[in-house]
């Protein structure tokens, strides 16, 4: 009676897990269809507001002066624009033409962050010559260049660059500029409120991702971690089975395989990114772990550790996820503790763990632990995983500092 009672447990459990499985695939499935939609639609929508307001500007410069053409300029930096979105233009010499500060018309505005004209662009002695050839190319003889100027925090600032053209010698007077001038300051405005969207739509993001997170955790999560519970504790009672043993082996292998699957997923929607700051990062993985496994993870920062560069970060993070994946895997731990602060010049994190696992299974073996090593070695860092006197394990991943690898 016992037995059959063992079975239908068994037989149950595995069709529970095989279902499960299929939804966690499902659902990794529709969240990385997701995660794509959502990274097209933002880019989208920040391309579309930005293009919309500078390309809408050159060709309202056009149409409210009634010139020849008008386009705009996008800074490429505090000391560079870039001319982009053009509107009534014949060739495509002006196009992505690249000008630093000082150099030409637009150059001069840059530098001035004053409005600039000129009646012949190619006589005047007003301006620099490096862009004769490209404004011969298009045609154009008269300019007037104006400042799209924001208020930031730290005053008023040069955002982009509008300009006016004729092909014939003109003079644009006093009123052209002006009316420049007001398009300008609707230009600054229209980016500012496009900020300001790209900032929201980011948060609806954020928040979408963190709902879609929160729900594969609380539902597929704790059924997952239920049964993985009921096989442990079948184990426990069936040792004289070797039979039924290997059956809820093979089950635990199945509940292992959607958990990491369903891992995958929750890091994937949280977004973490190498550039965050490292304690934060390595904080949240605490939490994620303990939620997932219901062993407590706790983060403690020694001391204050420099900053890395993004691939350096990455690499300790993923240092800390191989970790609190073996302690998952194997340790059968009470808890654990993930640590970081200065060491020998560099920056040391620890995964120590309190498992009860056998010495074999602490063996730095693993092919994760491997691959980390190389990793590790390859920025001149060092990477052990090693059985503790009083149990657990702890691995350890030291990176140098990059100015104390560069002096080495």
């Not at 939609?37 to 149409?63: K, N, S």
């Not at 994620?288 to 062993?295: L, P």
Request: some cysteine; glycine content about 8%; hydrophobic content about 45%.
């Amino acid at each position: 009676m016992r037995v059959y009672h063992l079975r239908s447990l068994v037989c149950e459990g595995v069709r529970v897990a095989a279902e499960q499985r299929i939804a966690m695939e499902r659902a990794v499935e529709q969240s990385n269809v997701l995660d794509g939609l959502l990274r097209e639609h933002d880019d989208l929508l920040t391309v579309l507001d930005r293009v919309v307001a500078l390309h809408g500007t050159a060709q309202l410069i056009r149409e409210s002066l009634g010139v020849h053409t008008g386009f705009v300029a996008d800074l490429n930096g505090p000391d560079q624009a870039v001319i982009r979105w053009l509107s009534g233009t014949r060739t495509g010499s002006l196009q992505n033409l690249q000008v630093p500060a000082g150099q030409g018309i637009g150059g001069r505005v840059l530098a001035v962050g004053e409005p600039v004209r000129v009646s012949d662009y190619v006589s005047s002695p007003a301006i620099t010559h490096q862009f004769d050839a490209q404004v011969r190319g298009e045609g154009l003889a008269a300019m007037l260049a104006v400042p799209i100027i924001s208020d930031q925090g730290s005053g008023r600032e040069t955002v982009a660059i509008a300009y006016a053209a004729m092909r014939e010698r003109v003079e644009f007077g006093d009123e052209a500029v002006r009316t420049v001038e007001r398009i300008a300051d609707r230009a600054a405005t229209a980016l500012r409120v496009a900020s300001l969207a790209e900032s929201g739509r980011n948060n609806a993001v954020a928040a979408e991702r963190q709902r879609m997170q929160s729900a594969l955790h609380d539902s597929v999560g704790a059924l997952l971690f239920s049964i993985g519970a009921q096989v442990r504790d079948l184990h426990e009672s069936i040792q004289d089975n070797p039979a039924l043993d290997l059956r809820l082996r093979r089950l635990e292998s199945d509940v292992s395989a959607a958990s990491s699957a369903l891992r995958e997923a929750l890091l994937a929607l949280s977004e973490s990114t190498p550039e965050r700051a490292l304690p934060v990062e390595l904080s949240e993985h605490c939490r994620s772990f303990e939620a997932r496994c219901g062993v407590s993870a706790r983060f403690v920062q020694l001391a204050p550790v420099p900053p890395l560069d993004a691939e350096r970060t990455a690499t300790l993070i993923a240092v800390v996820r191989e970790g609190l994946l073996n302690v998952e895997k194997h340790a059968r731990a009470y808890s654990v503790v993930v640590s970081l602060g200065p060491c020998e010049g560099g920056v040391q994190v620890m995964v120590a763990d309190d498992g009860t696992g056998e010495p074999a299974e602490c063996a730095s073996t693993g092919m994760g632990v491997r691959a980390l090593a190389e990793r590790v070695a390859r920025f001149g860092g060092k990477v052990s995983l090693v059985r503790d006197e009083d149990g657990g394990c702890t691995l350890r991943a030291w990176l140098p500092e990059v100015e104390a690898r560069v002096a080495r």
